[in-house]
Structures are given as structure tokens and as C-alpha cells.
């Protein structure tokens, strides 16, 4: 499987976990998600987007990463130029690196859709920033690696159907959840977490920076 990480411009913080999934995959930058190349010791092999918040200093500091440069006036963001230059390279793992946080919440949000998009078109799709990770739900069964007293949440896009959590705190079996409602947020990992949906389409978000107890 040819595997991705995609730099994009919210925030990152390193951590051991982060590390063990970047290994082995190829890298992209999207326009300002450079600057956490050093920090990760990543070296991408295209740096893209319209460059409109990269500084003289930071465009000096790659010199030997290829540019695709876009106008500013352009109908996607750099994200997705990023994603899509990947999906041209083959990719079938995306690992959205900066995907939550950032002056830009528009932008995170549009990367939590996209993820979701993503993942119908068959793909395997992470978003993370390192203490925080998003995981696409769909129709299916899917089991996690969080240490218990993780919280999570899962946040619906869509009415949820026959909604299923085992290994929770508070478990649920073959729930109907409202779109909109809060009953699916801060809960906590307590085993081996697995979550199962009939119908719907949602996003479970772990704060691997906060456990409980």
C-alpha cells in the first residue's frame, strides 16, 4: 500500500506515537505545513499551494524541495492540492498531519469532510496533530489501539444507525444517535475500543493527551 503524510498548516506536536506512523510513508507539504518538516525530520518530495503564508525565510530554508506553485485565486485549498498531488502518486494511506487546530478552523473542518470523503472512495485516512487523532466511521466494524482512559468522542456528520462501542466507558448497542446531539462525546477507552455502524457517516476523535484516572 503506498502510504502518504500530508503537511498541512494547524498544529503538530511530536510525539512517539507520531513517529511510528510516519515511518515508512512518503511526504507533501501544503503551503505553511513545511515548517513542521524539521521538527518531525521529514524531508517532503513536493512542497505545493499558492505559498501566501510561507516567509522569505521559510522558502529559503528548502531549497531542494520541488515547488508546485498555484495562484492565490484558485478553487481548492492548499490541503487539498496537497491530497490530490498524493492521490496522482498512487497514494491509498493518508495521514493528515496539522489537521486540526490553526488559525484556519474553516480549514479543519474541511479536512475532517474530507476525510470522510476520502475514506467512501476506499482510502485509509488519519487526521492528527499528534495529541489529537481522527478517525472516519462508516458503515462497518473497526477496532482501535488507545490505551484505556483515552477520551473520544465521535462526532456525526450524519443521523447515526445502529451506532455500537465496546471497550467504553459508556458502551453502546446498535444505538439510534440524532444528527446534532451530544450523546456520542467525552467518553473513555476501557479495554480494546471497537465502534460499529449500520448507516451513517462520522468521525471518532481521540485526545491521546488526556486520559482519565
Known amino acids: 500500500m503506498t502510504e502518504f ?7 503538530v506536536t511530536p510525539t512517539p506515537r507520531l513517529a511510528r506512523q510516519l ?4 511526504t507533501i507539504a ?4 513545511m515548517r513542521h518538516a524539521n521538527q518531525l525530520d521529514l524531508t517532503p518530495e513536493l512542497w505545493t499551494g499558492d505559498f501566501d503564508s510561507v516567509g522569505e525565510t521559510m522558502r529559503e530554508s528548502f531549497p531542494g524541495v520541488p515547488r508546485e506553485v498555484f495562484p492565490a485565486e484558485k478553487d481548492m485549498t492548499d490541503g487539498e ?5 498524493a492521490l496522482q502518486r498512487g497514494a491509498r494511506s493518508l495521514l493528515l498531519l496539522g489537521a486540526f487546530g490553526g488559525p484556519r478552523p474553516d480549514h479543519a473542518f474541511l479536512h475532517m469532510a474530507m476525510a470522510l470523503r ?12 499528534g495529541e ?17 482512559g483515552t477520551l473520544f468522542s465521535v462526532v456525526g456528520f450524519t443521523p447515526l444507525s445502529g451506532l455500537t462501542l ?8 446498535r444505538h439510534e444517535v440524532d444528527f446534532g446531539s451530544s450523546l456520542t462525546l467525552s467518553n473513555e477507552v476501557a479495554g480494546t475500543l471497537h465502534a460499529g ?11 491521546l493527551g488526556m486520559e482519565v484516572g
Open 30 to 33: 501544503a503551503d505553511s505545513g
Open 132 to 148: 489529537q487523532e481522527g478517525v472516519p466511521l462508516l458503515p462497518g466494524q473497526r477496532a482501535f489501539d488507545y490505551a484505556s
Open 166 to 173: 465496546t471497550g467504553a466507558k459508556w458502551p453502546l448497542d
Open 23 to 26: 515511518e515508512g510513508r512518503r
Open 197 to 207: 455502524l449500520a448507516q451513517g457517516r462520522a468521525l471518532l476523535i481521540a485526545n
Open 118 to 129: 476520502l475514506a467512501e472512495q476506499g482510502l485509509e485516512v488519519t487526521l492528527t496533530s
Open 5 to 11: 503524510a500530508i503537511l498541512l498548516g494547524g498544529d
Open 81 to 85: 492540492i496537497a491530497v490530490e498531488a
